[in-house]
């Protein structure tokens, strides 16, 4: 699926709201644009106003020294409703924002970027994956989930054509994620004053393991309440999950917030997020208050300072967090919708679209609701928690030798330099990278730890099984290369279907040259 990362940082040296907006990646190659701006005055008190109606804690400033107003309330200018009805202000109030947030950003060359990437995927009949990186944290707590084009338009995170998302590009690399069939959760019910807890686990695991139909991945829930740090961590190390599952009290802080698991008894985000990155965990959701929301002093934002921001640098896949205070009834349909199509097989940031949209379809769109929900995915991380049916691969362990004398073509892939190596393709996926953990090691520097993947999947046919092989780059910077009719180019980060006699490169574009073939039997 195409990938268009922009990114966002505040320009130090040349005043306090001058700002550089650039593409981080991009599905074609002339894709990488910059774009200098101004923060506006308008966006600074449309913001304040925001947090004077919606937010649910001690405003935030975008600049420091900036005071609130002493009369926050001001005249939006904005279209006429439809057929004269009357808009509701907080409703024009959040439309206004969102298309000055979009105004801001997408200006001159990134718009550019954007709509060419949108046709690329639309060529591709699929969706844009569009991930927005947020290097100033007095931006962090901005709703940008509701950007939009114009009046009558989608949301982004709502437009039927694009997958909305936050990252960061300062992380950890990812640990290597085995293939999942099916959901795996840890359900902890922390401390809450406002909560039954056997009630609301009750729940939540009615939520979680529900719509047991054949259409769906098998679904397990393990519930601890209110463990103690250590029988949480001891639980997470001694068993398999692949979703981690929070619901309780939170509160942001320094050192990525806090979340309470009894009385007295609390974790900050960097502990949790050692304890999860050791454990394989591919997904976290908090279901609690501001576990998207940075802490602040004198309210002004702390860099790095949001539960979910921190889990991501520290190498968790993906994290959902809520933005501001969200009620127990929106939290709950959120989960049903959410879990429903993870199990569903879609992609985190399709489930997380899906049930974003129902939150406005139950809570109206002048309403927080589905505004709330903020995922963070890693840079490397395809958002992809159980496999579907048409992509499932059969991961074969690293002892089982390929049968030469089968009748099945043998697949390979040859360095042509000289004194070269064949490495024999198995079944299922052969992994390439720096580093000895992979399959076939390319110990060189341009070349990622874990660089790419080729897959081999089988279909039967009336003359017999059939193999076909495919090539998915996962390098830190698109550096995967084919030979075409064109020259060389780069896959960034997409999945190819390889022909005998291909030819490619990993790492560098003057890198070693590799041949994939396929030999009769």
């Known amino acids: 699926m195409p990938s268009l990362n922009l990114a966002i940082a505040r320009l130090i040296n040349t005043g306090t709201d001058n700002f550089a907006i650039w593409v981080v990646k991009a599905p074609y190659p002339s894709g990488y644009v910059l774009h200098d701006c101004v923060w506006p005055a308008e966006l600074t008190q449309v913001?304040?106003?925001?947090?004077?109606?919606?937010?649910?804690?001690?405003?935030?400033?975008?600049?420091?020294?900036?005071?609130?107003?002493?009369?926050?309330?001001?005249?939006?200018?904005?279209?006429?409703?439809?057929?004269?009805?009357?808009?509701?202000?907080?409703?024009?109030?959040?439309q206004y924002l969102g298309i000055n947030l979009w105004r801001w950003i997408f200006d001159g060359p990134i718009l550019g970027s954007l709509e060419r990437s949108r046709g690329i995927a639309m060529g591709r009949y699929t969706r844009l994956r569009f991930r927005l990186e947020i290097r100033d944290p007095d931006l962090i707590a901005l709703p940008w989930e509701i950007m939009q084009r114009q009046p009558g338009q989608s949301a982004m995170s709502l437009s039927p054509d694009l997958l909305f998302s936050r990252t960061t590009s300062e992380v950890e690399p990812l640990p290597y994620l085995r293939t999942d069939q099916a959901l795996s959760i840890l359900l902890v019910l922390g401390h809450d004053e406002n909560l039954q807890l056997a009630q609301e686990a009750a729940i939540l695991e009615k939520i979680l393991a529900s719509s047991n139909s054949q259409n769906y991945a098998p679904c397990t829930v393990k519930t601890l309440l209110q463990p103690t740090p250590q029988e949480l961590i001891q639980e997470l190390e001694t068993a398999a999950y692949n979703v981690f599952f929070y619901a309780g009290h939170g509160l942001p802080g320094p050192d990525g917030g806090l979340f309470f698991l009894r009385p007295g008894m609390t974790l900050n985000g960097i502990e949790?997020?050692?304890?999860?990155?050791?454990?394989?965990?591919?997904?976290?959701?908090?279901?609690?208050?501001?576990?998207?929301?940075?802490?602040?002093?004198?309210?002004?934002?702390?860099?790095?300072?949001?539960?979910?921001?921190?889990?991501?640098?520290?190498?968790?896949?993906?994290?959902?967090?809520m933005?501001?205070?969200?009620?127990?009834?929106?939290?709950?349909s959120f989960i049903q919708a959410f879990t429903e199509a993870l199990r569903s097989r879609k992609s985190i940031d399709e489930a997380v679209a899906e049930a974003r949209q129902e939150l406005l379809t139950l809570y109206k769109f002048n309403q927080l609701a589905w505004t709330l929900p903020v995922l963070y995915l890693h840079p490397d991380f395809d958002g992809e928690l159980i496999k579907s049916f048409d992509e499932g691969i059969t991961e074969l362990p690293d002892s089982i030798i390929p049968n030469i004398n089968s009748p099945i073509p043998i697949a390979s892939l040859r360095s042509l330099s000289s004194a070269g190596q064949t490495w024999i393709l198995r079944p299922g996926v052969t992994r390439i990278g720096r580093t000895k953990d992979n399959d076939i090691v390319i110990p060189e520097l341009s070349v990622s730890k874990r660089h790419a993947e080729i897959l081999c999947r089988s279909n039967l046919t009336a003359t017999?099984?059939?193999?076909?092989?495919?090539?998915?780059?996962?390098?830190?910077?698109?550096?995967?290369?084919?030979?075409?009719?064109?020259?060389?180019?780069?896959?960034?980060?997409?999945?190819?279907?390889?022909?005998?006699?291909?030819?490619?490169?990993?790492?560098?574009?003057?890198?070693?040259?590799?041949?994939?073939?396929?030999?009769?039997?």
Not at 50 to 67: E, K, T, V
Not at 297 to 303: F, L, S, T
């Open 272 to 321: 949790l997020a050692q304890v999860l990155t050791r454990s394989g965990m591919k997904l976290a959701v908090f279901n609690a208050c501001w576990g998207a929301q940075p802490a602040a002093i004198n309210h002004q934002a702390i860099p790095a300072s949001s539960l979910a921001e921190v889990l991501i640098r520290h190498g968790v896949p993906a994290v959902l967090g």
């Open 47 to 94: 913001w304040q106003e925001w947090q004077q109606m919606f937010a649910g804690h001690s405003g935030l400033y975008l600049f420091p020294g900036l005071q609130p107003p002493s009369d926050p309330k001001f005249s939006i200018d904005l279209v006429s409703p439809p057929s004269g009805q009357t808009a509701g202000y907080s409703s024009r109030l959040m």
């Open 464 to 521: 017999g099984p059939v193999r076909t092989y495919y090539l998915q780059d996962f390098s830190t910077y698109g550096t995967t290369w084919c030979l075409g009719p064109n020259g060389w180019q780069q896959i960034l980060r997409e999945e190819v279907t390889l022909q005998s006699g291909m030819q490619l490169k990993f790492g560098s574009s003057k890198g070693k040259i590799w041949q994939f073939v396929i030999e009769d039997a």
């Open 323 to 332: 933005r501001d205070q969200i009620a127990d009834h929106e939290s709950h």
